[in-house]
């Protein structure tokens, strides 16, 4: 039982370029979260029993947005030891899919995700992406630099 309680927890999450922007997931309403209750983020989620690393953000991002994608190289990596979790962002090519009809639980109406808000996909052009309240603001912070050099 011990191993359990002390194992961490992976998350998986995408950075994916699509017309002449990035896609998030605008977060609204948001009961659970006391600092912020509006907040943009990128597309993501637990890995899965059995899962790779890209595996996991391929599906996440299928889920989330209904496109498919293809992993082209990890950008970030993130601990949080408060949490007990491990993040990983992976820069992701569009493949093909109509965005914005991701079937994921987060779009039923699951009574728990209750407090968790309005799940809404966006695509956010470049210039605005400085400006928004992005989380974790850590990947944030090092994503807006890269677009500033021109990295992605």
Same mark, same amino acid.
């Given at each position: 039982?011990?191993?359990? %309680?002390? $194992?961490?927890?992976?998350?998986?999450?995408?950075?994916?370029?699509?017309?002449?922007? !990035?896609?998030?997931?605008?977060?609204?309403?948001?009961?659970?979260?006391?600092?912020?209750?509006?907040?943009? @983020? !990128?597309?993501?989620?637990?890995?899965?029993?059995?899962? @790779?690393?890209? =595996?996991?953000? %391929?599906?996440? %991002? $299928?889920?989330? !947005?209904?496109?498919?994608?293809?992993?082209?190289?990890?950008?970030?990596?993130?601990?949080?030891?408060? /949490?007990?979790? $491990? =993040?990983?962002? !992976? /820069?992701?090519?569009?493949?093909?899919? =109509?965005? *914005? @009809? *991701?079937?994921?639980?987060?779009?039923?109406?699951?009574?728990?995700?209750?407090?968790?808000?309005?799940? +809404?996909?966006? %695509?956010?052009?470049?210039?605005?992406?400085?400006?928004?309240? /992005?989380?974790?603001?850590? +990947?944030? =912070?090092?994503?807006?630099?890269?677009? $500033?050099?021109?990295? /992605?």
């Amino acid at each position: 039982m011990a191993e359990e %309680i002390n $194992k961490m927890v992976v998350r998986v999450a995408g950075i994916v370029s699509m017309n002449d922007g !990035f896609v998030f997931m605008h977060r609204k309403n948001v009961i659970r979260n006391k600092d912020y209750q509006e907040y943009y @983020t !990128f597309p993501g989620g637990h890995l899965e029993e059995g899962e @790779t690393l890209e =595996e996991g953000v %391929i599906r996440e %991002i $299928k889920e989330e !947005f209904g496109i498919h994608v293809k992993v082209v190289r990890k950008l970030y990596e993130l601990e949080n030891n408060k /949490l007990n979790m $491990k =993040e990983y962002f !992976f /820069l992701c090519e569009y493949v093909d899919g =109509e965005f *914005g @009809t *991701g079937d994921g639980e987060e779009f039923s109406n699951n009574p728990a995700y209750k407090d968790s808000g309005e799940y +809404i996909p966006e %695509i956010v052009r470049r210039e605005n992406i400085s400006s928004l309240v /992005l989380l974790p603001l850590e +990947i944030k =912070e090092k994503f807006v630099q890269d677009l $500033k050099e021109e990295n /992605l």
